[in-house]
């Protein structure tokens, strides 16, 4: 599968974004999907990820401000960002998985994910 990535940018702080991945090749459906971050000089990080269930997780320190959701007839995951601070400045990575447990489990693990988008870079500015 491929994905693409887009609806990053510049932004204020206390302000919202919507990024959005779309997903072409085999059944998107099939796929848990997630969305990572990586600041500079920094690990890439987890920030949300959806079942093909629907079951949602997100990192800790996120919840509440950030949603994630995923439209199968559209093969796109949206990610919803709001209350952005300085700090969720990163390149923010759509990631897929078809892995058997996919159906109820949402991994957290990079390693976990087969499938990467090109990354869209979000700033939030003070």
């Known amino acids: 599968v491929q994905l693409q990535a887009s609806g990053g940018g510049l932004v204020q702080s206390g302000g919202s974004l919507r990024l959005s991945c779309v997903a072409s090749g085999r059944t998107f459906s099939n796929y848990g999907m997630g969305w990572f971050r990586q600041a500079p000089g920094k690990e890439r990080e987890f920030v949300a990820g959806?079942?093909?269930?629907?079951?949602?997780d997100y990192a800790d320190i996120l919840k509440g401000r950030f949603t994630i959701s995923r439209d199968n007839a559209k093969k796109t995951v949206y990610l919803q960002m709001n209350s952005l601070e300085n700090e969720d400045t990163a390149v923010y990575y759509c990631?897929?998985?078809?892995?058997?447990?996919?159906?109820?489990?949402?991994?957290?693990?990079?390693?976990?994910?087969?499938?990467w988008g090109q990354g869209t870079q979000v700033t939030v500015s003070s």
């Open positions: 990631a897929g998985r078809g892995a058997s447990d996919a159906y109820l489990a949402v991994s957290k693990a990079v390693s976990a994910y087969d499938y």
């Open positions: 959806v079942s093909t269930a629907g079951l949602t």
